[in-house]
Structures are given as C-alpha cells and as structure tokens.
C-alpha cells in the first residue's frame, strides 16, 4: 500500500517536475543515492526501474517516470544530509510543499502513465480533479484479463495528501474498452470503440442510465 499510495501521489502532484528541486540523474544510475534507503523506497525505485525497461512507453510517459524517479532519489539525498545513517525506522516521507494554484491539473489525460501492469488493466485514459474537497483520479479502459469487459479504477487521495485508496468497477455490459470523453456535474461520459456510451456518477461510485 506504501508504494502504491507514493506513486499515485508523485503522479498527481509531480506531472511536471519543479525546476527549484530539479536535480542531475545520470541517465545510467541504477543505484539510490548514499545514505539511509528503507526497503519501501528501495523496491519504489526498482519498480520505476523496471516500468524504464519497458519498451511499449511512448516518449511522454518514459519522461514522466524518469522524473519522479528522480524526485524520489533527491528526497532520499536530501534526508541523507540531516537523518543520522543509524536510524532504523522511517520517518514520514516529507513531500516538497506545492502551490495551491498548481497542485492539482484538472483534465483528461492519455494513458496511465505506466501506473499499471497490462496483467492488472489496459487503461485508455483517464480523468483527474477535485470534487467535494477530495482529489480523485478515474482510470478507463478494460480488464487485463478480458479486452470485452469495460472498467473504471477510481483512486481517492486522502486530504492530507499522503494516502489513496483504490476502487473497481465494471461496466454494466461487456461492450469493450471505454475511454473518458467528457465530465459533466460529477458524471463522466465514457465511449467505447463502437461508440456505445456509459455514465458513472464519481459521487456515488455507480454506473447510471
């Protein structure tokens, strides 16, 4: 759940790396920087490591990764400089504070920028806001195990920013892989290939006619 959560909040909230906290990565380091690493950190690297491998990530995708990559090995150099190298349980992970008025880019966006693993789903793309105080992403596609069965995975941020919980829902119908069109009052319109259309209130976590 740790690293699930870190990489959904590095998603939301790094899209775009801060040229303030930019830092130089050589394109060939595999390792983190020196200093104290706690395995949750550790298998998050390998883990973006191991999306970097792929080769089905089109050149915007592979940048995003490379960049929160990179801002989890500047988070761990920068607590290297005031942690003793003794300690041996985490502290909680301090996230570089961010701007109201960019925190969050409303929209729909292609893809799922790696999130998932085809085995897992095949997402088309997905939407991303804020609704009744609460930022909430809504992934689109189909089952990785069934290209027929449409779904959404809805994923809530805490508002502290510093947890997300994850939720599943099929289309009524096995009509195919859907996409977001459009959202409107709460409702996103979702289209499959041959143009059948279906409504899911981000309210109520349910699909409507």
Same mark, same amino acid.
């Given at each position: 759940?740790?690293?699930?959560?870190?990489? *959904?909040?590095?998603?939301?909230?790094?899209?775009?790396?801060?040229? /303030?906290? @930019?830092?130089? +990565?050589?394109?060939?380091?595999?390792?983190?920087?020196? &200093?104290?690493?706690?395995?949750?950190?550790?298998?998050?690297?390998?883990?973006?490591?191991?999306?970097? /491998?792929?080769?089905?990530?089109?050149?915007?995708?592979?940048?995003?990764?490379?960049?929160? *990559?990179?801002?989890?090995?500047?988070?761990?150099?920068?607590?290297?400089?005031?942690?003793?190298?003794?300690?041996?349980?985490?502290?909680? +992970?301090?996230?570089?504070?961010?701007?109201?008025?960019?925190?969050?880019?409303?929209?729909?966006?292609?893809?799922?920028? &790696? *999130?998932? #693993?085809?085995?897992?789903?095949?997402?088309?793309?997905?939407? #991303?806001?804020?609704? /009744?105080?609460?930022?909430?992403? @809504?992934?689109?596609?189909?089952? &990785? =195990?069934?290209?027929? #069965? $449409?779904?959404?995975?809805?994923?809530?941020?805490? =508002?502290?920013?510093?947890? @997300?919980?994850?939720?599943?829902?099929?289309?009524?119908?096995?009509?195919?892989?859907?996409?977001?069109? @459009?959202?409107? =009052?709460?409702?996103?319109? *979702?289209?499959? $290939?041959? &143009? +059948?259309?279906?409504?899911?209130?981000?309210?109520?976590?349910?699909?409507?006619?």
């Amino acid at each position: 759940m740790f690293i699930a959560c870190l990489a *959904l909040i590095l998603l939301v909230f790094f899209r775009k790396v801060p040229d /303030d906290v @930019a830092f130089a +990565l050589d394109s060939t380091q595999t390792s983190p920087p020196a &200093g104290v690493v706690f395995p949750e950190e550790q298998q998050m690297i390998e883990k973006y490591q191991t999306i970097l /491998d792929r080769e089905d990530l089109d050149v915007e995708q592979r940048e995003s990764i490379q960049e929160k *990559l990179q801002m989890l090995l500047h988070l761990i150099e920068m607590r290297s400089l005031t942690e003793p190298a003794f300690l041996s349980e985490p502290a909680a +992970l301090e996230l570089p504070e961010v701007q109201q008025d960019n925190a969050v880019q409303e929209g729909i966006f292609e893809g799922d920028e &790696g *999130l998932f #693993q085809p085995g897992e789903a095949r997402i088309e793309n997905y939407w #991303q806001g804020v609704m /009744d105080g609460k930022i909430l992403q @809504a992934f689109a596609g189909a089952a &990785g =195990n069934d290209a027929m #069965q $449409g779904m959404i995975i809805v994923n809530e941020v805490s =508002n502290d920013r510093r947890d @997300a919980s994850f939720s599943t829902y099929t289309t009524p119908t096995r009509s195919g892989s859907i996409r977001v069109t @459009a959202v409107e =009052n709460g409702v996103l319109h *979702l289209t499959t $290939g041959e &143009g +059948l259309v279906f409504h899911f209130d981000l309210s109520d976590k349910v699909f409507i006619e």
